[in-house]
């Protein structure tokens, strides 16, 4: 019993519900009948009246019934009747009671508390595939959009929390400057000729113009849209090659990559992620940068090395940060590789980073394909 019902189950709702149908009338048909043969068996019991010819051709009444025997006859009559009428209704009232038992109780109750969930903003749960009906495949699109609403939320708190940091970085890196701008204000007023205080203040000044901008441009970067569109892989070889020539001269820069066919990739997050990472690594090659493509599970990887100190132990650590400096440089270290990760993070991939055994750096970067 219990493999049929499971069978009934991944019916579809016309299918089951057109053989429930069908069981109730054939059940009501069943009992009707045996209805029928149980008056008739009463009935018999009682005479009919009339006449009766006999095998010599001699007519001979036959006993009439009496008014007791006549109302019984009626009374089965009237049982009958009613058997005819409330057995189809019965099968069909049972066809229906039980359609709604196996077929849409327990998905109903499932999407109502599911839906009820989510108006509360409660995503904690998990709605199961009971059945291969409509009704099924209905709770399996709620599940997936209820994960596709908790990673959406997940990402909203991700990007919440990082802004947070970014924040608290921003204030922590705008207090020392803030505060020599400050004092050299103050030596200002005391001398006016003070050149080495008035280049002071311009140097902060630009820093904190520098901070606003990183700012910006990361509001910017959460923003940006992924539109995939095809490249050629000598188009993408060519650009790697002006933009090393351009970030890196003097440099000898190394590139290699597939020379036939095309990937599907943001053409502009691609180019803007290869500008900061060969950018970066120009600044700390001593004489080589290696440039390589390759495709891999889906994944276009994007990879930048040079021969250079390779990075701290603490940026491989924790990754890179929007305000982190590296010792002995004067700009801004983490924005580049930052805002690079963010860019893989919006294609599908992300952004690797370690240090050669051979010495210097490389930094790879993965986007996803369709």
Not at 322 to 337: I, K, Q, V, Y
Request: charged share 20%; net charge neutral.
């Amino acid at each position: 019993m219990r493999v049929q019902v499971e069978r009934l189950k991944n019916m579809s709702l016309r299918r089951s519900f057109f053989l429930l149908t069908l069981c109730g009338l054939l059940a009501a048909l069943i009992l009707t009948a045996l209805l029928w043969k149980g008056c008739q068996a009463v009935s018999s019991q009682y005479p009919s009246g009339g006449v009766m010819v006999d095998s010599n051709g001699v007519i001979q009444p036959l006993p009439a019934p009496t008014p007791e025997q006549m109302r019984m006859r009626a009374a089965v009559d009237l049982i009958f009747l009613l058997g005819c009428i409330l057995f189809p209704a019965a099968g069909l009232a049972a066809a229906g009671m039980l359609f709604y038992r196996w077929k849409l109780k327990e998905p109903l109750a499932l999407l109502l508390e599911g839906t009820q969930r989510v108006q509360a903003h409660d995503l904690d749960f998990t709605i199961p595939n009971l059945s291969a009906d409509e009704l099924g495949q209905i709770c399996t699109a709620f599940e997936n959009m209820r994960l596709e609403l908790l990673k959406t939320n997940q990402e909203l708190w991700r990007q919440a929390e990082e802004r947070k940091r970014l924040n608290a970085a921003f204030a922590h890196d705008l207090r020392n400057p803030i505060t020599v701008l400050k004092g050299n204000v103050k030596l200002l007023r005391q001398d006016a000729s003070n050149q080495q205080a008035l280049d002071r203040l311009e140097s902060y000044t630009l820093r904190i113009e520098q901070y606003v901008e990183a700012m910006s441009s990361i509001q910017r970067l959460e923003q940006m849209p992924v539109q995939p569109a095809g490249a050629a892989w000598t188009d993408l070889r060519s650009e790697l090659a002006e933009t090393a020539r351009l970030l890196a001269p003097g440099r000898e820069p190394a590139i290699c990559g597939p020379d036939m066919g095309s990937v599907q990739i943001d053409h502009g997050i691609f180019l803007t992620v290869a500008e900061n990472l060969i950018g970066n690594a120009a600044r700390f090659a001593q004489k080589k940068l290696e440039i390589a493509l390759v495709l891999e599970n889906n994944m276009l990887l994007l990879s930048v090395a040079d021969d250079g100190p390779g990075f701290p132990p603490e940026l491989l650590k924790n990754g890179p940060k929007p305000f982190g400096t590296a010792e002995g440089t004067d700009g801004h270290f983490g924005m580049g590789l930052y805002s690079s990760g963010l860019l893989c993070c919006k294609h599908g991939g992300d952004l690797r980073l370690e240090n050669r055994e051979a010495g210097g750096a490389a930094v790879t970067a993965s986007f996803q394909i369709k």
